[in-house]
C-alpha cells in the first residue's frame, strides 16, 4: 500500500466521496427516523469543524474527546475532529468520571465534544483536569447544534500528513490500566484496504447495522468506515441489546451485521423462540462476530436458525481491526481463518521463534497497521522483532488456517496438562442447558490448577449436582476426558466489558 505524504483520512472516505458525486446517496439511518445522506454528514461535520476550529481554538494536533451512544452526531463529530487536524479520542459510553480521568489526563484531551444525556460524568472528571479545556454537548438544542447554525457549511480541510495521528483508541483490555493506542490517517485508509475489501466484500446497496461503539475500532471500523468506504449505508443504535437488534435488523432490512459471539448466540435463541420461518430479518447476507472466540455451537446455532455462515475475525485495537478472517464460503471449526491480505501472521514459541504448523504457541502479526501505544512501557512487550504479539495462543494448520486456543494468560495448566480455557467452554456450550459459560483455573494442592466452570443455565434447568455430574460427563465424551472441569459453579450472569468480552480475572479474583 502506498499512500501520498499528505493524506487526511475524513476527506477521503468523506469530502471525496460527496465530491464524486455520490452527495445524495443514503448514509446514515438512525431510529426515529433519521436519514442523512453523504451531503448531510459532510454539512454537519463541516459546521462541527468550524465551531472547534473558530469558537474552541482548537489547534492541529490537539485531542478531542468524544462521548455519545451509537448515534449520528457522534459519527458527524468524529469526522469533524478528523477534518480538522485534531486527534479523535472515543470513549466507552459507559465510562464513568474515574476512568474519563484517566483518559483525558493520558491523552492530554484539550477539547470535548459530548452527549447531552452523558455530560454528567463527563463533567466530573473535567472539573478534576484543567487540561480539559472545554466541552461542548450535542443532541441539544442549546449546545454544539445552536453553534453549527453560526458557522458555514464549508471548511477547508486541514492538510494533514499521512501519517499523523488521528485517534487514540483505547483498549477495552479485560486487565490493567487503559492503554491508549495511536491510529495514523494511513492505518484509516489501510483498514478500509484490507479486510472490508479482501473478506468482507460489501456492496454499495449494503445496509450496516450493530451493536460494537464507535468507540470501539470494531464497531468505528464495521459501522462507519467500511461502509463509507463503499458507498453504503449504516445504522446507527444506541442500543443493540439482543432483542432490540434483531427488530432493528427487521425494520431496517439491513444485510450486514457486526457484534460479538455472545449476542449472536442470544439472537439465536431469540429467532428460535419466535419461530419466525423466514431467514433473520429477511434481508440479511453477511454476520461478522469478532471481540472474542466465536463458539462453534454458536456458529452452528446461527446457522440452523438463519442458513448464514458467520463470518469470524479477529482483531485488536492495536492493530485497528481484523487480521484473520474468513468469509462465508468457507468456515472452519475452530478456525478463526487465515491471515488477510496486506497482512502476515505466525505462531512462535516463548523464544520468538517460529513454530511449525500444528503446534500450539504465541500468534505473531504484522501489515499496515499495528501497535504503538501512547507513552506506556508495555509498546515493548506488544512488540517483538518487528511482530505484534496478540496475546492469544493459536494454532496454524498445514493450509495456514489459524486456530484459536485461547489467550496466552489463560492456558489453565492442571497436572502438567494444558488445557485452553475455550475448548471447555465450547464443550459445555453444546449442552442443551447451558446459556453461557466461563472456564478458569483455579488453584489446587495437588494438580497445581484444576479447570472449573461457571455456568449460567437456560430456564427451565435446576441447578444441583445431579446437573453438575451431568455436564461433566456430556464434557468428557466430546473432549480429552483431563479436560472437564472439576468444579462448576452455577450463577445468574456472567462479568463482561462494555465490548462483550468474558472478564475471567473477574472470576479467578473470586475464589
Ligand atoms: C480477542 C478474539 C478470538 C483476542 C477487535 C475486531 O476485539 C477487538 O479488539 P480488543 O483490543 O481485543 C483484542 C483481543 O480480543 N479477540 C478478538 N476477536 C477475536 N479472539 N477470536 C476472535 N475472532 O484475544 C484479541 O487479542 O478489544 C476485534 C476488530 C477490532 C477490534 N478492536
Known amino acids: 500500500l502506498q499512500f501520498p505524504a499528505q493524506l487526511n483520512c475524513a476527506a477521503e472516505l468523506l469530502d471525496k466521496r460527496v465530491a464524486a458525486g455520490d452527495g445524495e446517496r443514503l448514509c446514515i439511518q438512525a431510529p426515529g427516523g433519521l436519514r442523512w445522506t453523504y451531503a448531510d454528514l459532510l454539512e ?26 451509537n448515534n449520528p452526531m457522534m459519527a458527524a463529530c468524529w469526522f469533524a475532529v478528523v477534518k480538522a487536524g485534531g486527534i479523535a479520542v472515543a470513549t466507552m459510553p459507559l465510562l464513568r468520571a474515574k476512568e474519563l480521568g484517566q483518559i483525558i489526563h493520558k491523552a492530554q484531551v484539550t477539547h470535548a465534544l ?27 438544542p442549546q449546545g454544539l447544534e445552536a453553534a453549527m447554525a453560526r458557522q458555514p457549511a464549508q471548511f477547508d480541510n486541514v492538510p494533514t500528513a499521512a501519517d499523523d495521528t488521528c485517534l487514540i483508541a483505547f483498549t477495552s483490555g479485560t486487565t490493567g490500566v487503559p492503554k491508549g493506542t495511536m491510529h495514523f490517517h494511513r492505518d484509516v485508509i489501510a483498514a478500509c484496504a484490507c479486510w472490508p475489501k479482501h473478506v468482507l466484500k460489501p456492496r454499495a446497496d449494503d445496509i450496516f447495522i450493530g451493536s460494537p461503539p464507535l468507540a470501539f475500532t470494531f464497531g468505528l471500523g464495521g459501522l462507519l468506515l467500511f461502509p463509507m468506504a463503499v458507498g453504503a449505508s449504516t445504522v446507527l443504535l444506541e442500543k443493540a441489546a439482543p432483542p432490540l437488534l434483531l ?19 442470544a439472537l439465536a435463541v431469540e429467532f428460535g423462540q419466535r419461530k419466525l420461518s423466514a431467514p433473520l430479518g429477511g434481508s440479511l447476507r453477511k454476520g461478522v462476530s469478532a471481540g472474542e472466540a466465536l463458539p462453534a455451537a454458536t456458529r452452528a446455532l446461527w446457522k440452523q436458525h ?108 492442571s497436572s502438567g496438562y494444558n488445557i485452553g480455557a475455550p475448548e471447555v467452554e465450547e464443550a459445555l456450550l453444546l449442552h442443551p442447558a447451558v446459556a453461557e459459560c466461563a472456564v478458569v483455573g483455579v488453584p489446587d494442592d495437588e494438580r497445581g490448577q484444576i479447570v472449573k466452570a461457571f455456568v449460567v443455565l437456560r430456564p427451565g434447568h435446576p441447578p444441583g449436582e445431579v446437573l453438575v455430574r451431568t455436564l461433566q460427563d456430556f464434557v468428557k465424551q466430546s473432549i480429552a476426558p483431563y479436560k472437564y472441569p472439576r468444579a462448576i459453579e452455577f450463577i445468574p450472569a456472567l462479568p463482561r466489558t462494555e465490548t462483550g468480552k468474558l472478564q475471567r480475572f473477574k472470576l479467578k479474583a473470586s475464589q
Open 247 to 265: 427488530e432493528a435488523v427487521a425494520q431496517f432490512q439491513a444485510t450486514v451485521l457486526f457484534t460479538a459471539p455472545t449476542s449472536y448466540r
Open 114 to 140: 459530548c452527549d447531552h444525556a452523558l455530560a454528567d460524568e463527563l463533567a466530573t472528571a473535567a472539573a478534576q483536569f484543567p487540561v480539559l479545556r472545554e466541552v461542548r454537548h450535542f443532541n441539544d
Open 44 to 69: 454537519k461535520a463541516n459546521r462541527i469543524a468550524n465551531v472547534l476550529v473558530r469558537e474552541m481554538g482548537l489547534i492541529p494536533g490537539n485531542r478531542v474527546l468524544l462521548r455519545a451512544p
Open 306 to 413: 438463519t442458513g448464514m455462515e458467520l463470518i469470524d475475525g479477529i482483531g485488536a485495537t492495536e492493530m485497528l481491526h481484523i487480521f484473520i478472517s474468513h468469509d462465508e464460503s468457507e468456515a472452519r471449526p475452530g478456525a478463526t481463518g487465515k491471515v488477510v491480505p496486506g497482512y502476515r501472521a505466525c505462531v512462535l514459541d516463548d523464544d520468538g521463534r517460529p513454530l511449525p504448523p500444528g503446534q500450539i504457541g504465541r500468534l505473531a502479526v504484522k501489515g499496515p497497521t499495528g501497535c504503538r501505544y501512547l507513552a506506556d512501557e508495555r509498546q515493548t512487550r506488544y512488540v517483538q522483532g518487528g511482530w505484534n504479539l496478540t496475546g492469544d495462543a493459536y494454532r496454524m494448520d498445514a493450509d495456514g488456517w489459524f486456530h484459536y486456543c485461547s489467550r496466552t494468560d489463560d492456558m489453565i495448566i
